[in-house]
């Protein structure tokens, strides 16, 4: 957590295009997720895929 | 009238898009109402509520598919407009390309193509949180959680588990942080400096740095907590944390912290950790009772504009005891206005988009106004009924949950506040409307442009009726924000609309106009 | 790292390890251990004659003429359908074919072994373009093609690669990666360096200075007019069919790939896909620790440009055994080195990077051998995981030609097509047992 204070803000933005989006107008360096949620939404493959890990 | 609709299966775009596409997509010709929405079944509903539902939809649609539901005026059209947004639709990934960057679709690509990233910001919808919020954790990165709809009790594993690893963990429902001199998700760009700002309270964050900043001086880092973090179940984790990292960070000289009143065990926890500080700390625990505080040696401030000029001062090595006042413009003739409202004019209708400052008008009217109702959750005063209806002396904050299912956060579109002026407008009991406008990163470009709009016709409707409605407004934010404070006040200025240096003075005028 | 992703790990880098080798040509029924008389592989999952689609219809039909078991089409069907000819996968006997891979007894094909972890794979010759055994046609042209590359084609070659001492193919396809090929739709690169390696030998070869052969003369007056008085050696003919058809080296470089595909296959608590395959009625793939067990599910019918008179209507299933390319982290993986395939199946310059980049999404490696200029030598992404597939919701990207779905009209386009995600589930399912 230190290290938050101490050095340069690298962002992962997932969710909110327009967070990255202003960032990025503003220079920080961030990368946005083009995010979608996990195993098409299913849970029961979800349940499977943690088994699977 | 025709309904047409169209389902994109597994596909997924964020809400602000969403919203904003709808809105395109109203725009075309011949279309009469439309939605381009997620097949949830909360959505599902909403769609039937609008008239754009078809029985087939819900066999057709889930929660992992998009919906785009059109009403044209004829079949051709709805045809040409659905075949019109599924281009928009194609043309955001498009538009990503052409740019030649690398857009990863998950979080693990992504650290592999950013190996140094020290934050993830997260506004992903809130049943999906957990899961990845624990693998980000496992990456050792700190977390920013916008998103609200997390359980509790996955907010208590995240932050156990963050504490283990010593990350932060800033929300879930954290608005607002600025670290590093970065705003991030709805901040202000404000000096940076030496006052750290610790806060369970996202327009409060706002309201202190834009006002610390205005006074000349500046912010080293403003953490979020998100709302939930002070109960005792949580106990403070991120609290605490961002505490001692204050105390431990060399930029930092005075703190703030600004939160409603945490439960018992975590005040004390909180007060205890203040007591060894070796650094001035100012708190507002909104409404909580100032002893404690004191005799922890801590500076307690009533009000966000208090916790402002308190930390000012230390900073500048004066002494905690300073008088802060909340006067109304002296050159304001208080009794001139109360003289322009006829004889049905009585009431207070206050109308907010940020949270924090709706509530501290709260605690700042109930002891005077005694009929006053509000949507938010305050032991002392009435829940109204009927979120949509004014009784008496109002307050809502038209960020609460029940304003903002389904549709944008009202500091990015006020179209629903400015309705609700109108309506206010033609109650003939309606003395005064106060409103926050809020500027900075993520907010609508233009608060006080898009208020006036509403306010205007407000004044003609009152004022075909022999009826002068008094404006009162303060406007947060910095001219360094996109939307130039000065400028926004001056708008509003040139309206004869009331513009107050902070929130609390505003309320303060308006306990002067009411109460008295 | 976990078992799985140990286990993965290790399967990945022995596909990069495969170093397949082009060392022989022979008769299938001679030189592929199992296939016999009666026997006819196809490419995909294994089907049955009642559920086949036109194009693999068609294939067999000419298969079953040229073995000479009939003497048209009405007598052909008759046999197929009765049982008389068994049909099995290429793949089950480590050979790979495109569009409707129908592989007969008597016909001549690529030996590969690969030099690295020992074993061969196969693939026949390929016709080029237009009316084509592959796509289901099976007249008289067909024929007398397929005659001329089993007994004029095939000799020369399998002389000259001898004379060669092998041909690198893998070599071959990582060059071709830097010059705008992606191993799957494009291939004038991998033809180009193909021709130039084996030509030298081919020059030297006692068949090809034949100038006289009993086979059917292949017209090749569309290479030059020179071929039209009858005065070519068989090299040269052989070599401006090569040069006619970009396609050429095609064969030869599936038959590499599903040599690395095996070297990864079996490897226990491993999730890495090792077959990918269409036979135009079904798509189905193989995982590496799951055995021979196909997960198979009704293949899509691609989505691209159309040829002027042809629509979506005329198009076929996918189909073919050529998607063993993306398996080993080419074709479509590696459209990014290959812009100008957008030209073929629709798009724009940029989708070829997006293509690429979404597939580092589902693999667990950058490929050590082939890499991609234009993304600063980036490894191209190797090594499917089904877990990623099924947990990202992204399935392989693969670009590919459309078949007619009628038998014998040939190639009606091409554009993108995806795998049913339904077998990547069912992969779980099993894999989660």
Redesign the interface.
């Known amino acids: 957590?230190?290290?938050?204070?101490k050095?340069?803000?690298?962002?992962?933005?997932?969710?909110?295009?327009?967070?990255?989006e202003?960032?990025k107008e503003?220079g920080?360096?961030?990368?946005?997720?083009?995010?979608?949620?996990?195993?098409?939404?299913?849970d029961s493959?979800?349940s499977?895929?943690d088994?699977?890990? | 009238m025709v309904l047409k609709y169209h389902i994109s299966n597994?596909t997924?775009r964020?809400?602000?898009?969403l919203m904003r596409l709808s809105s395109t997509v109203r725009s075309f010709e011949g279309v009469v109402e439309a939605e381009v929405i997620i097949g949830t079944d909360h959505n599902k509903k909403f769609l039937q509520a609008a008239g754009l539902w078809s029985d087939q939809m819900d066999h057709d649609a889930?929660?992992?598919d998009l919906i785009i539901a059109i009403k044209a005026e004829d079949d051709e059209k709805a045809e040409k407009a659905i075949q019109s947004t599924i281009e928009e639709l194609n043309k955001s990934v498009e538009r990503?390309n052409l740019l030649g960057e690398f857009?990863?679709?998950?979080?693990e690509?992504?650290?592999k193509?950013?190996p140094?990233?020290?934050?993830?910001?997260?506004?992903?919808?809130g049943r999906?949180v957990h899961?990845?919020v624990d693998q980000?954790l496992d990456a050792g990165?700190?977390v920013m959680i916008?998103?609200d709809n997390v359980t509790l009790d996955e907010e208590i594993a995240l932050k156990k588990k963050a504490l283990g690893k010593?990350?932060?963990v800033m929300g879930p429902d954290c608005g607002t942080a600025i670290?590093?001199g970065?705003?991030?998700?709805f901040a202000n760009e404000v000096k940076q400096g030496r006052i750290g700002i610790v806060a369970a309270a996202g327009t409060g964050l706002q309201e202190v740095s834009s006002l610390i900043s205005n006074m000349g001086e500046g912010i080293s880092?403003g953490i979020g907590t998100g709302g939930r973090d002070v109960k005792a179940s949580v106990g403070g984790i991120t609290m605490i944390?961002a505490l001692k990292?204050l105390y431990?960070?060399a930029?930092t000289e005075v703190i703030v912290v600004v939160s409603k009143p945490p439960d018992r065990e975590v005040t004390e926890k909180v007060l205890e950790l203040v007591s060894e500080a070796t650094k001035p700390v100012v708190i507002n625990f909104l409404g909580g009772n100032p002893n404690d505080i004191e005799k922890a040696g801590a500076v307690p401030a009533a009000t966000l504009k208090e916790a402002a000029e308190k930390a000012v001062n230390l900073a500048r090595g004066g002494k905690a005891e300073i008088e802060v006042e909340h006067s109304p413009d002296k050159q304001l003739n208080v009794q001139n206005i109360k003289d322009n409202f006829n004889e049905s004019q009585k009431y207070l209708r206050a109308l907010y988009s940020g949270g924090t400052l709706a509530y501290e008008t709260i605690i700042l009217l109930h002891n005077s106004l005694g009929d006053l109702y509000t949507n938010l959750s305050y032991d002392q005063v009435k829940k109204i009924e009927d979120v949509y209806k004014s009784v008496k002396h109002t307050v809502i904050d038209f960020g609460e949950d029940e304003f903002t299912q389904g549709r944008l956060h009202p500091m990015i579109d006020p179209a629903l506040r400015n309705s609700r002026i109108i309506e206010e407008a033609g109650d003939p009991e309606t003395a005064v409307i106060m409103l926050d406008l809020v500027l900075g990163?993520?907010a609508h470009p233009d608060p006080a442009g898009s208020a006036l709009e509403a306010i205007k016709e407000a004044k003609e409707i009152a004022g075909k009726k022999g009826r002068n409605i008094c404006f009162v407004t303060s406007v947060l934010g910095t001219d360094e924000d996109m939307q130039k404070r000065s400028e926004q006040v001056k708008k509003l200025l040139d309206e004869e609309v009331l513009v107050f240096p902070s929130n609390a003075d505003a309320a303060v005028f308006v306990r002067k106009l009411l109460a008295e | 790292m976990?078992k799985?992703d140990q286990a993965n790990q290790e399967a990945v880098k022995r596909m990069m390890l495969s170093r397949p080798v082009w060392v022989d040509v022979g008769k299938a029924k001679d030189v592929i251990p199992g296939m016999k008389d009666n026997l006819f592989l196809h490419a995909g999952p294994p089907i049955t004659w009642d559920r086949m689609s036109g194009p693999l219809k068609g294939a067999i039909i000419g298969g079953i003429i040229y073995e000479g078991k009939a003497k048209n089409a009405e007598e052909a069907e008759k046999i197929a359908a009765s049982g008389e000819i068994e049909f099995a996968p290429c793949h089950h006997f480590n050979t790979v074919g495109p569009m409707a891979g129908v592989t007969t007894p008597s016909q001549m094909v690529f030996i590969l072994e690969d030099k690295e972890w020992g074993g061969f794979t196969y693939s026949n010759m390929n016709e080029g373009y237009g009316k084509v055994l592959r796509y289901g046609a099976f007249d008289e042209e067909v024929l007398n093609r397929l005659k001329w590359l089993d007994n004029v084609y095939a000799p020369v070659i399998k002389e000259a690669v001898s004379l060669a001492g092998g041909v690198d193919i893998k070599s071959i396809i990582a060059q071709a990666l830097h010059m705008g090929d992606d191993g799957h739709n494009r291939n004038r690169a991998t033809t180009s360096l193909f021709i130039r390696t084996i030509a030298p030998f081919v020059a030297e070869t006692e068949w090809g200075k034949k100038k006289d052969y009993d086979a059917p003369r292949l017209d090749l007056s569309n290479v030059s007019e020179y071929f039209k008085s009858g005065k070519a050696s068989v090299a040269a003919e052989v070599l401006a069919f090569m040069h006619s058809n970009d396609l050429t080296s095609l064969n030869a470089i599936m038959a590499a790939c599903k040599s690395m595909a095996l070297a990864a296959h079996g490897v226990e608590n491993s999730?890495i896909v090792t077959t990918m395959s269409r036979n135009g009625t079904d798509f189905g793939i193989r995982v590496s620790s799951t055995g021979d067990k196909w997960f198979t599910a009704p293949a899509n019918v691609p989505d691209g440009l159309y040829f002027s008179g042809y629509t979506a209507a005329d198009a076929n299933a996918d189909i073919g055994d050529s998607v063993i390319t993306e398996t080993v982290g080419i074709g479509g993986f590696a459209m990014a080195a290959a812009p100008a395939i957008v030209n073929f199946i629709g798009g724009s310059p940029a989708d070829a990077f997006e293509a690429t980049n979404e597939m580092y999404e589902i693999t667990v490696a950058e490929n050590n051998n082939f890499n991609i200029p234009a993304m600063d030598f980036k490894g191209t992404p190797t090594g499917i995981d089904v877990?990623k597939v099924?947990?990202?919701?992204i399935v392989p990207r693969i670009n590919t030609g459309i078949a007619h779905k009628e038998p014998g009209i040939g190639q009606v386009g091409a554009g993108i097509v995806k795998p049913p995600?339904e077998i990547f589930?069912d992969a779980?399912?099993e894999?989660?047992k």
Do not use: C
Request: neutral net charge; charged residues 20%; glycine residues 6%.
């Open positions: 957590m230190e290290d938050l204070f050095k340069e803000l690298k962002i992962i933005n997932m969710g909110l295009e327009g967070f990255a202003t960032l503003r920080t360096t961030v990368l946005h997720v083009r995010w979608q949620p996990p195993a098409m939404g299913d493959l979800l499977l895929l088994k699977l890990k | 597994n997924f964020d809400s602000v898009y889930g929660a992992n990503e857009v990863p679709r998950t979080f690509t992504a650290l193509n950013l140094g990233a020290n934050l993830a910001l997260i506004s992903i919808p999906h899961r990845e980000i990165l700190n916008f998103s010593n990350l932060l670290i590093n970065v705003p991030l998700a880092h944390q990292a431990a960070d930029g990163y993520n | 976990s799985i999730t877990r099924v947990e990202k919701g995600m589930i779980i399912k894999l989660a």
